[in-house]
């Protein structure tokens, strides 16, 4: 098998060809704050993306209560739903829960489900199948597997994956493991819609065949990326390939100095998008010594503050 013709239009696609992993605004008292997730969402469909992972690892899902998973879901799906595709991180590393979460979020409209590695328990592969496999068939939504180690602590084999294509409902691959050997027999051996989980990897893994990314700089340059994806969606390289370096300063602003949901945080609070860029403990906001890079390499982006 091979995955499906590169000329099909982006609207076919289950999942659309740029999505962006969004961050939860907080208010100032702490609460998610789901106006701004709204007009924040509104923002980045207008902008150019055509998905938007809710609640995601960006989306500090882990400190965020199942209230404010559900709330964020809904707030977004009223806000752009039938515009992008809406796509719920309703999954954790308990399988029950997960499943608990995925058919809620399912009632509220989203689009699909984006279901991680279990995280922290590190179960053998079989594990993972029957964790992803139990979510997938708890409702008829579309699944994207995220294939994370460094956040999981484990990594979704090849093999892993070719056998969970087999289910109906599994249909996409967010890859962030930045294993292409991995990812090419993924794509020759199945037919999933595979998705650049890693920012700067969009280029060369579309160029295997992947349809798009999903990416956390996508906050900051929407247009870039949407103009990246196009170029390479259309087989035109030169410009791919120009975007690719014009975004590079993008990407280590956001991806290379601190946690990237504090980073894009901060970044839309400088440029006025947010109006705070209040994170949830563990994470803090970033100390001017390590604020002083992501500048430096916006500046070099030419995006002024």
């Known amino acids: 098998m091979s995955a499906s013709d590169s000329n099909t239009p982006r609207h076919d696609y289950p999942f659309g060809t740029l999505g962006i992993a969004m961050v939860t605004p907080f208010a100032a008292g702490g609460a998610a704050d789901l106006d701004e997730a709204a007009a924040l969402a509104t923002r980045l469909v207008e902008d150019g993306c055509d998905s938007l992972v ?49 058919k809620a979020a399912a009632k509220l409209g989203v689009d699909g489900l984006l279901v991680t590695a279990p995280y922290y328990n590190k179960p053998s592969q079989a594990g993972v199948r029957a964790h992803v496999e139990a979510i997938a068939s708890s409702t008829d939504l579309p699944v994207m597997v995220y294939d994370i180690p460094g956040r999981a602590g484990i990594s979704i084999s090849a093999e892993t994956l070719i056998r969970l294509a087999e289910h109906p409902n599994v249909v996409a691959l967010k890859d962030a493991k930045a294993d292409y050997q991995s990812t090419t027999r993924v794509l020759a051996n199945t037919d999933l819609h595979v998705y650049s989980g890693d920012d700067g990897l969009t280029l060369p893994l579309m160029a295997a065949g992947a349809k798009g990314v999903i990416s956390v700089s996508a906050h900051i340059a929407t247009a870039g990326y949407r103009r990246l994806v196009d170029a390479m969606l259309a087989g035109d390289l030169a410009t791919a390939r120009a975007m690719h370096f014009e975004l590079d300063p993008v990407q280590r602003a956001v991806m290379s100095h601190i946690q990237g949901a504090v980073a894009a945080k901060t970044i839309l609070h400088w440029q006025g998008v947010l109006p705070n860029a209040n994170v949830r403990l563990p994470l803090v906001e970033p100390t ?9 390499d916006l500046a070099e982006a030419g995006i002024d503050l």
């Open 54 to 102: 809710v609640t995601g690892t960006t989306g500090e899902t882990s400190t965020l209560t199942d209230e404010e998973n559900l709330g964020m879901f809904r707030a977004v799906v009223e806000a752009v739903g039938g515009r992008a595709k809406v796509i719920a991180g309703s999954t954790t590393n308990d399988t029950a829960h997960s499943i608990h979460l995925s």
């Open 288 to 296: 001017e010594e390590e604020a002083a890079p992501i500048r430096a």
